[in-house]
Structure formats: C-alpha cells, structure tokens
C-alpha cells in the first residue's frame, strides 16, 4: 500500500499533523517504536493557550486541563525571606495533562481515517522520485511524503540532530497523593501561594535547572529539568531528594521522565518530500524546555505545505514565524546554563529578569524591552563579569537575526545559508 503520508512518532506534534492530513482525506499511516498509550509526553505542563488557537486544536477541557494560576519564581529552594521572589500569571496558561492531549489527538486521527501502529521502529528513510521508502524491523512502507516526529533519539531523517550532552535537559516529572493536607497546605501558604499556584525554584541544580511544585486539592505535582552533562543530578534525583525531605507527601500515583533537546532549530526542516517536526526538528522553547505549543502550531504550517503539494511552504512559513525567536531563545538558555545561584538570585531579586520579561518568556512570546531592563543595566554595572558575557550574547543576537532575514527561498541556497546559521550560533 502507498500512503500519501508516513509519520514516525505518535507524540502530541505526530498525531496532531496526522489527524490534520487524515482530516483532508490524505492516507496517513503514523509509526511509533514505543506502546502507543506511551508515545510523546507523559506529566502535567503549561502550554498557553493561544497556541492552541494558531494551531486549530481545541483547547484542553475536563480531566485533560488543570487551572494554571501565579507562578512563584525563586532562586533555589530555600525558606521564604531568604531568597529573591517574583510573582507572574501569565494570560490564558493552561495545564494539561499531556497524556490526555496525547491520547485524544491519537483518537481523532484514528477517526479521521489514519491508521495508528505501536512498537514499529523506523530504521531507515530512502528518499527516491516521487516516494519515500519507510524500513522498519518487518517490512517496508511507501509514502509520497515523511515526516520525521520521533523525537530526540529518533530517526534523524534529515541528518543528524545539532543536539550535544549539553543541550540536553534530563526532566522528570512525579503527580503524588498528599499524605498531610494540612502540612502541604502550610508549606504553600509560608509562600505565598494558593491552590493551583506553582513555586518554581530555579538553580536547584546548576544555572539551568528548576524545580516546579504545584498542589491542586490532595495532589502535588513535580516537575524538575536538569542538564547532567555539566556535572549536575539529574531531574529524577532532584525530585526523589524532595520527596524525601517533605513528609506531606504520600504514594506516588504516576510519573515520567524524558530527554529534551535544549537547541535552535534545525535550519532546515523540510527538503524534497521529507520534513522534521516537534523536537526532532528542534522546535523548543528552550529557555524553559517547552516544545508542546510550538510542535502544534509547526503541524499546522506543515499540513498546510502538504495540502499546497509543496514542503518549501512548511520549511518557510517555520523560519519566519519561529527561526529566530527560538533561537534567540537558545543563546539566552545557553547564558543561564553558566550562572551561578548568587547570580540567578541577583537577576531575579534585582530586577534584570523583570515581570514582564518573565511573562513573555513563560507565554512564549518575544520578550519587548521594560523597565526593568533599565533597572537591569545598573545592576549588570555593578557586575562586570556578567555584563560581559550578556553583552556577548547580545552580539550574537545580532549577528543570528541578520542571517533569518535573509534566509533564502531556493533550496540549492539554504544549505549555505544553514551552514552560516550553525556557526554564528556556535557558543562563543
């Protein structure tokens, strides 16, 4: 059988473009090497909601959405008073249970017609003409596009991922019954915070790393990122160590744990009838790890290029909405990776990482300049050192954004242009 479509991955991003294309009558076949009901992302996230909107997939409802309200940021975990604290609620912040967005976007392209199959690896990509020849372990499919949506350890269709030990974030996540309502509810209070709110504790493990804590009526959710390639624990391990050190917390009702490429994006992610989407592609948030939103809104575009006939639309309309944001956001994760505790507590308490900067970035917007920006700058001339390395970020910045608004239409002309984009993002 030939498939108008082949997608490698049933995550969020690979069965939203699969019940997209089976929407408009394509024959869509979706591979996953894991279980099916384990495919894509398995905890509790935020994901604004007008990414959703963009997208054309219905906002989170029922069991599928937890009301996302202020977000607590910290630097570390320590008793409240000792250390910096802003406050932020982002507009339209939903929560969403990824397992549930997963399985209902799985359960749509099944009734629009896409045929689902778990614990199929892909093994092998050969373009060839007007095809696609897909290997797995038992057979060989044919399809007259792919779309690579396996995630970080996946196919690599289009070459191998840019993605280093150091721009990988290891984040596990623990939903746990509370064992002492009234306990819980006195560690939140001590922080200001109400039901629904989240303390993020930032730096726990290294200038790129968070803790987030959220409690909603007798459950707590955890969610912690870390980058062990620099010599810190992992996620896992920050989590365990805070469920040691808080007695109010009872059995562990579910969790889960997952690599995240931390990286701009692929330069290009479309060439001839193969393309790359979700985190395969690069397309993360990276200053917070986030890939959910940005995969949905990347499915569109591509679904779009693949009712024009045409992945050049996809490879175009990606860059220009989100090249040089994400990467842009990439230099700026990069700069934290590197600070020290006292310098992530001096640039929250201090006013460098304003309010609406902070919005912005948990929104998944492009921050605007504040005042807090000015603020900022008497800090930064207080600290010279890390004056410097921002003002060498900021160079960068610059240096990236000419090369995106020059990207060029002819494929025969982004290969160069991608080259240019790997070595002005090489971390200086």
């Known amino acids: ?79 409240p008073g000792d250390v910096p604290m802003r406050k932020v609620r982002p507009k339209e912040f939903l929560g969403v249970d990824m397992r549930a967005l997963v399985a209902r976007l799985q359960n749509a392209a099944r009734d629009a017609g896409a045929e689902l199959v778990g614990e199929e690896a892909v093994r092998a990509v050969a373009p060839s003409g007007h095809e696609v020849r897909v290997t797995t372990g038992s057979t060989t499919y044919v399809a007259r596009h792919f779309v690579d949506a396996s995630g970080l350890a996946g196919v690599d269709a289009l070459g191998p991922h840019h993605a280093t030990p150091r721009d990988t974030c290891v984040a596990s996540q623990e939903v746990r019954h ?31 790393s968070i803790l987030n804590v959220r409690r909603h009526g007798d459950r707590v959710f955890l ?58 592609a690069g397309q993360v948030f990276s200053a917070h790890g986030s890939g959910v939103g940005t995969g949905l809104v990347a499915a569109r575009m ?34 934290t990776q590197d600070l020290s505790l006292e310098e992530t507590s001096a640039m929250l308490g201090e006013g460098v990482l304003s309010d609406a900067f902070l919005m912005r970035v948990l929104a998944q917007r492009a921050p605007r300049p504040d005042l807090g920006l000015l603020r900022g700058a008497r800090v930064l001339a207080r600290r010279p050192a890390l004056a410097r390395r921002l003002g060498r970020v900021a160079g960068q910045v610059a240096q990236v954004a000419a090369l995106y608004v ?11 242009w991608a080259a240019r984009v790997h070595r002005a993002m090489r971390w200086q």
């Open 1 to 79: 059988m030939t498939y108008d479509l082949i997608v490698a991955g049933a995550g969020s991003a690979g069965a939203a473009l699969a019940w997209m294309a089976a929407s408009r009558g394509l024959r869509v076949l979706v591979l996953d090497r894991r279980p099916l009901e384990r495919a894509g992302a398995t905890w509790i996230n935020d994901v604004p909601g007008w990414m959703f909107d963009e997208a054309g997939v219905a906002r989170p409802s029922g069991d599928e959405r937890h009301e996302s309200a202020t977000t607590h940021f910290f630097a570390g975990e320590a008793k």
């Open 178 to 208: 509370v064992r002492d309502l009234d306990a819980a509810r006195a560690y939140f209070d001590e922080r200001g915070a109400k039901d629904g709110d989240v303390l993020l504790y930032a730096g726990v493990a290294g200038g790129y």
């Open 223 to 280: 969610l912690s990122g870390t980058i062990p390639a620099d010599g810190h624990p992992s996620g896992r391990h920050v989590v365990d160590d805070f469920v040691r050190r808080h007695d109010f917390l009872g059995e562990r009702e579910f969790g889960g744990a997952r690599a995240i490429p931390l990286v701009y994006p692929r330069p290009i992610v479309a060439r001839g009838r193969v393309a790359a989407l979700g985190d395969a």
């Open 302 to 335: 591509l679904d779009d290029a693949l009712a024009a006939g045409d992945l050049r639309h996809y490879q175009r309309a990606f860059q220009r909405r989100f090249g040089l944001q994400l990467a842009t956001q990439d230099l700026f994760r990069r700069f």
């Open 406 to 416: 020059r990207m060029p239409d002819e494929p025969r002309s982004q290969d160069r």
